[in-house]
């Protein structure tokens, strides 16, 4: 009698993990275009890398959360790097429009 070791096979286990560390490279390239912007006072800085880029991120680091075997350590970093340039942005946005410009 021969002793059979089944292995599960997860296909696409390769791409959670690649795309967790995605998460986490796009987060901080966004994070680094938003020190940037607000460093340099400057509007040059794309929207790009406001909007489209951390909600890349968000997407890639929620992906990278449906991993069995491997760690979700970037994912879980992605998701809330991502998720911290929507609120800061949103805050900045919500604390601007209380600004009263006529006493």
Avoid at 24 to 32: N, T
Avoid at 74 to 99: C, D, E, K, S
């Amino acid at each position: 009698m021969e002793l059979n070791v089944h292995t599960k096979r997860t296909y696409g286990g390769r791409f959670q993990t690649i795309s967790g560390l995605l998460s986490f490279l796009l987060g901080l390239i966004a994070l680094a275009a938003l020190n940037a912007g607000l460093i340099l006072k400057t509007e040059m800085i794309p929207g790009f890398f406001f909007y489209q880029l951390p909600l890349l991120g968000l997407i890639l680091g929620i992906v990278g959360l449906f991993t069995r075997k491997h760690s979700r350590m970037y994912a879980w970093w992605g998701i809330a790097l991502n998720a911290f340039i929507f609120v800061f942005i949103a805050m900045m946005f919500i604390l601007a429009w209380t600004i009263n410009a006529k006493p």
